[in-house]
């Protein structure tokens, strides 16, 4: 331990307590309507659309999940995580841009669910969202309570109510125009002391030279771009990722919170590239860890790596690091979540003022707060339930993209084709504690089965409807 556990969690409330006041402060001088509170529509510019984007993926896992996939599926497997994470906002482009000319006035992804498709395939695909963002929350969590043990005996519940309760205060009370003002502070943190962990990262290896040396000696395959286990994690990322990204509520809150649809596209574009190079820079420690400590524990490989006799300053700079990181990506999960309990209650409950929908929106991402916290303080893997939760998207993701160009595609089809993608997928999906040799199958099962089957339902003799495409804009629910 670099830190004692006074010290560390005297640093750790510092933090969060200075990140939680500084946006309290910067969400009193902007308070606005539940509409503001959920989409901020129309006033971010492109350089704030790229710096939002950038710091809610850049979560904490960063540190972790590149590192130990580069100590199994080598450099491959690192480039196919750092296109991965990329792919999602590229792909958004264009639907975004397509979402903004059907329904300018949205909020919500369900909410074009619920208006192109009908309640079955609304009450499904927000199943999958929730239990997405609920494990994309609760890994981020993890991760920095986990952060934090390595420099300090400090509990992982302990440091889970900290960082839970900090940004839940300011997220809650300033909602997505806060979320996007934090996400700009933390990225001016984050990029100093990310340059930072790279440098010591790279003289505690010794450099690139002695790692590439080792590893072509004892572990060539880690280096090689065409082995086959590592290319097969590289596509298994690249299509679990892409698909899954395109479910998360927070990146449709930041298509409508772009200033018109040219800030989104450069937006969009250079947030998702830039995004890459990290990716990618954190997985290198994976490849030094296999160099220099190939018996220890892969799961914190870059952590193996970074702390040999550091100083206390850099222990410190960790915590502040981490706690950025999780901030930034919580914020806005938490956001998300708030946007549908938002404008889906406000369906169950037409007479209900904005500031009663406002209020109760509050109340359910506190209660939902509860179990994240109680989770994250086990310190379980969540790989597991991330892995089944990008499988669920990946059979979602056609059947209800494809209405967003298709008139002719209706909510029966996009059911239908969704089950057999999920019953094909879940097929092939390993359970727990097996080994994980059919991942790509599963994925690739599950995304192209609804493909064919939405195919096949239109060779069937039954009567075709053509959907009113534009009648879209109108079926949108102002929130005041």
């Known amino acids: 331990m670099m830190l004692d556990t006074t010290s560390a969690l005297w640093w750790l409330l510092l933090f969060s307590v200075a990140y939680a006041s500084a ?25 704030a659309t790229v710096l939002t984007l ?38 958004m482009i264009p639907l975004g841009r397509r979402m903004r000319e059907l329904m300018p006035g949205g909020h919500t992804l369900t909410e074009f669910l619920l208006a192109r498709y009908g309640r079955p395939l609304y009450a499904l695909v927000l199943v999958i969202m929730l239990f997405y963002m609920f494990i994309a929350l609760t890994a981020e969590i993890t991760a920095i309570a986990k952060l934090v043990t390595l420099v300090a005996p400090i509990p992982l519940w302990t440091t889970a109510a900290i960082v839970m309760g900090c940004t839940l205060l300011y997220t809650a009370y300033g909602g997505l125009r806060t979320s996007i003002f934090t996400d700009k502070v933390h990225m001016v943190v984050v990029i100093p002391l990310l340059a930072t962990l790279l440098f010591m990262g790279w003289r505690a290896s010794g450099g690139a030279a002695s790692v590439i040396e080792t590893l072509q000696a004892q572990q060539p395959r880690l280096l090689s771009l065409t082995d086959p286990i590592g290319i097969k994690a590289d596509f298994t990322f690249l299509v679990a990722i892409l698909l899954t990204g395109l479910f998360h509520q927070g990146n449709w809150q930041r298509i409508y919170a772009a200033r018109d649809s040219k800030s989104m596209q450069r937006g969009f574009l250079f947030g998702g590239m830039m995004v890459a190079p ?71 409950m037409p007479q209900a003022s904005p500031a009663r929908m406002l209020r109760l929106a509050r109340v359910l991402i506190f209660v939902t707060a509860i179990p994240v916290m109680a989770v994250a303080a086990q310190g379980y893997s969540v790989l ?97």
């Open 23 to 47: 946006s309290i402060l910067y969400a009193r001088q902007r308070q606005g309507s539940l509409e503001d509170y959920v989409v901020a529509r129309n006033s971010q510019s492109s350089l």
């Open 54 to 91: 950038m710091a809610s993926t850049l979560g904490a896992w960063i540190l972790f999940s590149p590192a130990q996939a580069a100590t199994w599926g080598g450099l491959a497997a690192v480039i196919g995580y750092a296109l991965g994470s990329m792919s999602p906002r590229l792909a």
């Open 278 to 348: 990290f990716i990618l820079v954190m997985g290198l420690f994976g490849l030094a860890f296999m160099a220099i400590t190939p018996g220890g524990d892969s799961s914190v490989a870059l952590f193996e790596v970074v702390i040999r006799d550091v100083p206390a300053w850099f222990a410190v700079m960790l915590i502040f690091l981490g706690l950025s990181l999780v901030m930034s990506s919580a914020d806005t999960t938490i956001c998300a979540i708030s946007s549908i309990v938002a404008v889906d209650l406000g369906r169950l």
């Open 384 to 480: 597991y339930l991330f892995l089944l939760a990008d499988l669920l998207c990946s059979a979602a993701a056609f059947p209800v993209f494809y209405g967003l160009y298709s008139r002719r595609h209706d909510g029966f089809s996009a059911t239908v084709a969704t089950l057999a993608g999920l019953a094909a997928g879940l097929f092939m999906f390993p359970l727990p504690g097996q080994p994980m040799d059919h991942l790509l199958e599963s994925f690739l099962l599950a995304a192209l089965v609804p493909v064919a089957v939405t195919a096949a339902l239109r060779l069937l003799p039954r009567r075709q409807v053509h959907f009113d495409l534009g009648s879209l804009a109108q079926k949108v629910r102002k929130l005041g």
